[in-house]
């Protein structure tokens, strides 16, 4: 027996009392991002905050991950994550609460999930005459690199922890604050992430007939690549090829000897990520050979992340008890998404079903609508060009703070009350 919608009523309206606090603490992780690997400062306010809870925290899982536990009875272990890095950008925002850290910000809306996670359990340890069960909450470090999931597993998550029978995650979105998102079965795409090294024979500027131009290699490399998903990748497939790095040379006049590409690749099915990766092989090789390429190129894995399911039955469970809290117009399916994200390894690792949704953080104004079921469908039409509006990964990207929070917090503290069990009596 799990809670009902008056229970969750309930526990979420404690949520007054600590939203400003809650505001208060996700400004700090703002103003203090930290990459992916390093988030020790991160990691121990998240671990000052929750201990004051009244959990049992162990830091250091997984490098810089925290786990938060809470037992109240018999019932189902839920684990919640949450993570908490942050991306190489140079923030634009203007915020009187930007990034401090040159170079580095919270472009994702990490420091949004951590918040409101913490939240919920706040919410869910005053909470705790209704349910039953066990909470195991995570805050993983290292998403962006694909590492952090797989790295807090490894650490022996479920042999110190417990297993648990759900896993909860969600994800800030660029659509508007107050809606929720998700998608059975397949819902984010696997990624590689390739280093390409051509090698060239570098020389004066003046006289390029001496050299192996690596510039141009690289150059006439790009373009070839954009060519896998238009001429090589069926229609009713779908793959993304991405050249979001590419590095050579020091001045006008020299011609270096090496360019280097970094390529992002995402795929939904094994068939279509091995024509990929297959096709980048021949093309790198093909044209580093019609260059006259002094040595064979090289190319290496900077990081991986595999292809999200999501547990239909699972999501539709927690999105409809969503749906009867904020209104079942506020919950949609946005179809399978190209991002990619790692928390499903925790799911996978332990055998049980992974929930993964997302929650708009943009103003309404950001939109200039007042209606965010109706900005939705403009956008999904066509009506509204989603590239007018900041979106993840990008200098610009921000979370309406206080509303946001309020919607993270609902949906973490109403999933999380669907699957614990009931310590109501039985009617």
């Known amino acids: 027996m799990t809670a009902g919608t008056s229970t969750i009523t309930s526990a979420i309206g404690g949520l007054d009392r600590i939203r400003g606090e809650l505001a208060d603490f996700y400004r700090d992780l703002h103003m203090h991002p930290e990459l992916s690997g390093a ?24 490098g810089t991950g925290v786990v938060a536990m809470l037992a109240n009875g018999n019932g189902p272990t839920v684990l ?36 409101c996670l913490l939240g919920a359990l706040q919410l869910l340890a ?52 107050g809606l929720i998102a998700g998608h059975p079965g397949v819902a984010a795409a696997a990624t590689d992430a390739l280093r390409v090294t051509l090698h060239g024979h570098g020389g004066h500027g003046s006289r390029p007939e001496v050299t192996v131009d690596p510039v141009v290699m690289a150059a006439a490399t790009v373009m070839r690549l954009q060519t ?7 229609a009713n497939d779908a793959a993304v090829v991405t050249v979001g790095s590419m590095r050579a040379g020091t001045k006008d ?14 795929t939904y099915t094994p068939e279509v990520r091995q024509r990929v990766l297959s096709a980048v092989d021949r093309i790198v090789k093909g044209e580093a050979a019609a260059a006259g390429a002094v040595r064979a190129p090289e190319i290496s894995v900077i990081d991986t992340f595999p292809v999200m399911n999501n547990d239909p039955d699972a999501l539709q469970r927690t999105l409809t008890a969503i749906g009867e809290i904020l209104g079942p117009d506020h919950v949609f399916d946005p179809g399978r998404i190209t991002g990619s994200e790692d928390a499903g390894i925790f799911a996978t690792s332990a055998g049980v079903p ?8 943009l103003s309404l104004a950001q939109f200039g609508g007042t209606d965010p079921v109706q900005i939705v469908r403009d956008v ?8 007018s509006v900041p979106g993840p990964h990008t200098a610009k990207y921000f979370p309406d703070v206080d509303p ?15 699957w614990l069990g009931s310590a109501a009596p039985m009617a």
């Open 39 to 62: 988030e020790h400062r991160t990691a121990e306010k998240v671990a000052d905050q929750v201990g004051a809870l009244g959990y049992q925290v162990t830091t250091g899982v997984g």
């Open 80 to 115: 919640l994550r949450a993570d908490f890095d942050a991306l190489p950008i140079t923030e634009t925002t203007g915020l009187p609460y930007a990034s401090r850290n040159d170079g580095v910000m919270h472009a994702c809306g990490h420091d949004m999930h951590a918040t």
């Open 126 to 177: 005053g909470a705790r005459s209704t349910w039953s069960g066990t909470i195991m909450a995570v805050f993983q470090p290292a998403e962006e690199t694909g590492r952090g999931a797989q790295g807090m597993v490894d650490d022996k998550l479920f042999e110190r922890f417990g297993k648990p029978d759900i896993v909860l995650a969600q994800h800030t979105a660029p659509f508007p604050v």
């Open 228 to 234: 896998i998903v238009s001429r090589e990748i069926a």
């Open 253 to 266: 006049n020299i011609i270096p000897d090496d360019a280097e590409l970094q390529l992002n690749i995402r």
């Open 354 to 361: 992974l929930c993964y949704w997302m929650f708009g953080v």
């Open 380 to 387: 999904l039409s066509g009506r509204i060009d989603p590239k």
């Open 404 to 418: 946001s929070i309020t919607a993270g917090v609902t949906a973490m503290v109403t999933a999380a009350l669907t």
